[in-house]
């Protein structure tokens, strides 16, 4: 609602400022005048009171997304399968639980209002360009076409380097909280010329796409401003012959002046929007690859609650072996342990011996 009204008061605005102009100003009747500085006023009221309030709005509904999406991205981490983690890297999931979602709550704080309020303002301008001179409108539509295309190749151009983007994001993560987590055994080795190097290559991949979606920026936008310069002298000449010609008042030639400025702004805004709609397109891809990872442990159909247990835990010709190894590190092990016991083993191989420590140190209560 507040979004509606203020692309009302908005469309209303250029009417005043034409009728002051046609009627006030050359009918020379001070009244007139009087009530149309007055709406102006009115105008630029409501739509301060409104622009606030659908601003805070927004702001609102864009943190109770990044609640929802930060609380349901934990609790998937916590459900997922232990072989999750043995393809999914750190860095990245940390990136996907701050970076992405913060990118997605951006959009939908200011891309979504912004977006929306753009498609009223266009679809609602157009309609009155049409009705004050359809002829002009015409010729000023002809100059905004090359503005639609080259934002359109914009978005194909930019969208999948975002994506990247986030991916060499989340790699630099990963590098940066696989060394904190070994910082001593670095040291230890003196491994920190690999490292560092290892890092710069990561840090200068995302710069080159960073500059590259700069550059693709600064490819497009300044044609983008030229074809909507073009527009505003096809308003002065072609509209300035209508004048002369008496098909066209002065009040209404600068209220059409005003009304191409609403039409090539939220052109521009989606032009703007467009990356933001890229990058946040690809950071919500991200986020729901965690949030739609399967779980590889999946009760059957039926099955019962787990009843209260004892507390014994009893293996019964357990085997196990990690993800792409070709050996068992247990092999058909069998052992129980009572309630409140410890029990250690030891295997003959070192190797074996800390793989074992490590999975059968139990302690039962």
Same mark, same amino acid.
């Given at each position: 609602?507040?979004?509606?009204?203020?692309?009302?008061?908005?469309?209303?605005?250029?009417?005043?400022?034409?009728?002051?102009?046609?009627?006030?100003?050359?009918?020379?009747?001070?009244?007139?005048?009087?009530?149309?500085?007055?709406?102006?006023?009115?105008?630029?009221?409501?739509?301060?009171?409104?622009?606030?309030?659908?601003?805070?709005?927004?702001?609102?509904?864009?943190?109770?997304?990044?609640?929802?999406?930060?609380?349901?991205? %934990?609790?998937?981490?916590?459900?997922?399968? %232990?072989?999750?983690?043995?393809?999914?890297?750190?860095?990245?999931?940390?990136?996907?639980?701050?970076?992405?979602?913060?990118?997605?709550?951006?959009?939908?704080?200011?891309?979504?209002?912004?977006?929306?309020?753009?498609? #009223?303002?266009?679809?609602?301008?157009?309609?009155?360009?049409?009705?004050?001179?359809?002829?002009?409108?015409?010729?000023?539509?002809?100059?905004?076409?090359?503005? #639609?295309?080259?934002?359109?190749? %914009? #978005?194909?151009?930019?969208?999948?380097?975002?994506?990247?983007?986030?991916?060499?994001?989340?790699?630099?993560?990963?590098?940066?909280?696989?060394?904190?987590?070994?910082?001593?055994?670095?040291?230890?080795?003196?491994?920190?010329?690999?490292?560092?190097?290892?890092?710069?290559?990561?840090?200068?991949?995302?710069?080159?796409?960073?500059?590259?979606?700069?550059?693709?920026?600064?490819?497009?936008?300044?044609?983008?401003?030229?074809?909507?310069?073009?527009?505003?002298?096809?308003?002065?000449?072609?509209?300035?012959?209508?004048?002369?010609?008496?098909?066209?008042?002065?009040?209404?030639?600068?209220?059409?002046?005003?009304?191409?400025?609403?039409?090539?702004?939220?052109?521009?805004?989606?032009?703007?929007?467009?990356?933001?709609?890229?990058?946040?397109?690809?950071?919500?891809?991200?986020?729901?690859?965690?949030?739609?990872?399967?779980?590889?442990?999946?009760?059957?159909?039926?099955?019962?609650?787990?009843?209260?247990?004892?507390?014994?835990?009893?293996?019964?010709?357990?085997?196990?072996?990690?993800?792409?190894?070709?050996?068992?590190?247990?092999?058909?092990?069998?052992?129980?342990?009572?309630?409140?016991?410890?029990?250690?083993?030891?295997?003959?191989?070192?190797?074996?011996?800390?793989?074992?420590?490590?999975?059968?140190?139990?302690?039962?209560?």
């Amino acid at each position: 609602m507040a979004l509606l009204l203020v692309a009302a008061a908005n469309l209303a605005t250029p009417q005043l400022i034409r009728v002051a102009i046609d009627v006030g100003f050359t009918q020379a009747q001070p009244s007139v005048l009087a009530e149309a500085v007055a709406g102006l006023v009115a105008l630029a009221f409501v739509r301060g009171v409104f622009t606030f309030l659908q601003g805070y709005l927004a702001e609102r509904a864009s943190q109770g997304v990044a609640y929802d999406l930060r609380d349901a991205l %934990f609790a998937q981490i916590e459900h997922l399968s %232990f072989s999750y983690y043995d393809r999914a890297q750190t860095g990245q999931l940390v990136t996907r639980a701050t970076n992405d979602v913060e990118q997605v709550r951006t959009f939908v704080g200011t891309g979504v209002i912004q977006l929306a309020a753009s498609l #009223v303002l266009l679809v609602g301008t157009a309609l009155i360009l049409g009705l004050l001179n359809l002829r002009l409108t015409i010729a000023v539509l002809l100059t905004i076409a090359p503005i #639609v295309w080259l934002l359109a190749s %914009f #978005v194909r151009r930019v969208g999948p380097l975002f994506g990247q983007i986030q991916q060499i994001l989340g790699g630099l993560n990963t590098i940066l909280q696989e060394d904190l987590s070994a910082l001593r055994v670095i040291r230890a080795f003196g491994r920190e010329s690999y490292e560092l190097e290892r890092y710069g290559r990561a840090n200068a991949e995302l710069l080159e796409r960073n500059v590259m979606t700069v550059r693709a920026l600064a490819n497009n936008f300044p044609l983008v401003f030229f074809f909507a310069n073009l527009g505003t002298l096809v308003v002065i000449g072609f509209g300035g012959a209508l004048v002369m010609g008496g098909s066209l008042s002065i009040g209404e030639l600068i209220a059409f002046n005003a009304y191409l400025a609403f039409l090539l702004q939220p052109i521009l805004t989606i032009g703007f929007l467009a990356a933001a709609i890229s990058r946040a397109g690809a950071s919500a891809t991200r986020i729901f690859d965690v949030l739609d990872a399967p779980s590889d442990i999946q009760d059957r159909p039926g099955a019962r609650p787990l009843p209260p247990v004892a507390g014994e835990v009893v293996y019964d010709q357990v085997s196990f072996r990690y993800p792409g190894a070709n050996a068992d590190v247990l092999c058909d092990v069998s052992f129980s342990v009572q309630p409140g016991r410890r029990w250690r083993s030891s295997a003959p191989r070192a190797l074996a011996r800390a793989r074992w420590s490590t999975c059968c140190r139990v302690s039962t209560t």
